[in-house]
């Protein structure tokens, strides 16, 4: 079905960084699958582990004890201080997991019909709960009615959040991304998890993050609750995760964590055995190789380059990021930059109409990071220019 806007562009093949079309153009992915693939394409340990399980055993059933999920159950909760996880195959679905268990965590306590407070320009996912959740109308414009139990607030506005506590009994949780992805990479305030936090601990909420973009690395720690010093009680990852292999997850500490049962929530292809054999190829890879550190370091060296070629340029409002998670805003719509930028081999995005996106592989080197800085600036000087 005609769901996507496509740009015209085949590609037969990746390597690191790079990837090649149909007529053998070479392109530096500036965008990774949108935070996907964060270990770049064709990466040898995805590429051995995905393998290696797939001529042994790709799938059995939850209705089963599956080895491969346990093996990356660990690893991820230990990484992330978390007590359990759920495993889902996609961003949406893992969001599905985190908003059933708020529903049924307040169920259990009496809260008859739960609200879930969540954010103005926010992305959640497609399915109809993570689309009410989503702040866009675009978004949700045409699949009305849409679902219950959801209340909005600005992001970025703790007083929105305790207005709103005061005025309603029955919140149970704050849904909301670290940084603000699809939204147009918007960066609240350093204290803004930490009042979040202290606001869902005096008010008895679930403070659930979503992680699916900002996760596994992208802004320069592993996961990006960590800049603000806290920890959630549920968190939701996916893109990343898998380097490409679909797989999303739903993890959760303390009362959180014990609130699905046997029968509550489930998945026929959740948390399967190739899934989870990449996902910990990814996870490990990660760790050995340094990656979230050389993410923060050409993160900050991508920064300190837009804002040399592009400070006081006329139509340029910002240069934001954190690790490799940045933004560029123009004063106007700037769509038109992705194909300019195609043309000159080079893969980008435009979200929110005037921020150019970028979310390259966290395995950027210092060179490849020079070329997509001097190549995007000027390309962006130019369609300035041009207008
Ligand atoms: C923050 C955030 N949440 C959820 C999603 C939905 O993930 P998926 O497309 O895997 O369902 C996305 C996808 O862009 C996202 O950026």
């Known amino acids: 079905m005609s769901t996507y806007k496509r740009l015209p562009v085949v590609f037969e093949r990746g390597e690191g960084v790079w990837l090649w079309d149909d007529t053998g153009k070479r392109y530096l992915d500036a965008l990774s699958g949108i935070a996907v693939c964060g270990l770049g394409h064709a990466h040898p340990a995805v590429r051995e582990a995905i393998c290696e399980q797939a001529g042994r055993l790709i799938h059995t059933s939850n209705i089963y004890r599956i080895a491969e999920q346990e093996r990356l159950g660990d690893?991820?909760?230990?990484?992330?201080?978390m007590d359990r996880v759920f495993f889902a195959n996609s961003g949406a679905e893992a969001n599905e997991a985190a908003i059933k268990l708020a529903r049924l965590h307040a169920h259990r306590r009496g809260i008859e019909n739960p609200t879930i407070l969540v954010t103005e320009n926010s992305f959640h996912g497609r399915t109809l709960a993570t689309?009410?959740?989503t702040g866009n109308r675009k978004v949700q414009a045409g699949f009305e009615p849409l679902v219950q139990g959801f209340v909005r607030v600005p992001y970025n506005d703790v007083d929105a959040v305790e207005t709103a506590a005061a005025n309603r009994k029955n919140i149970v949780a704050i849904l909301v991304e670290p940084i603000q992805g699809e939204g147009g990479i918007n960066i609240p305030a350093d204290d803004y998890l930490a009042r979040l936090r202290a606001v869902c601990d005096r008010e008895g909420w679930l403070l659930i993050c979503d992680e699916i973009q900002t996760g596994m690395g992208r802004t320069g720690r592993l996961f990006g609750f960590e800049h603000a010093g806290i920890v959630p009680d549920v968190f939701t990852l996916a893109k990343g995760l898998g380097n490409g292999v679909p797989i999303g997850a739903c993890l959760a500490r303390g009362a959180?964590?014990?609130v699905f049962g046997p029968g509550s929530h489930g998945s026929t292809f959740g948390g399967n055995p190739l899934a989870c054999r990449a996902a910990r190829a990814v996870l490990e890879t990660i760790a050995a190789d340094d990656l979230v550190a050389n993410a923060a370091r050409q993160g900050e060296g991508l920064l300190?380059?837009?804002r040399g070629f592009l400070a006081d340029i006329p139509g340029v409002v910002d240069v934001r990021g954190r690790g490799l998670m940045i933004g560029i805003e123009l004063d106007r719509p700037c769509a038109e930059l992705v194909n300019?930028?195609?043309?000159?081999?080079?893969?980008i995005n435009v979200t929110a109409e005037r921020v150019v996106r970028l979310l390259p592989p966290l395995i950027l080197q210092e060179p490849e990071a020079r070329q997509l800085a001097e190549t995007l600036s000027s390309l962006i000087l130019r369609f300035l220019a041009a207008r």
Do not use: N
Request: glycine share 8%.
């Open 256 to 258: 959180a964590a014990e």
């Open 75 to 81: 690893l991820l909760t230990a990484a992330a201080g």
């Open 304 to 306: 300190a380059a837009f």
């Open 340 to 347: 300019l930028a195609l043309a000159e081999g080079l893969l």
């Open 131 to 133: 689309l009410t959740a």
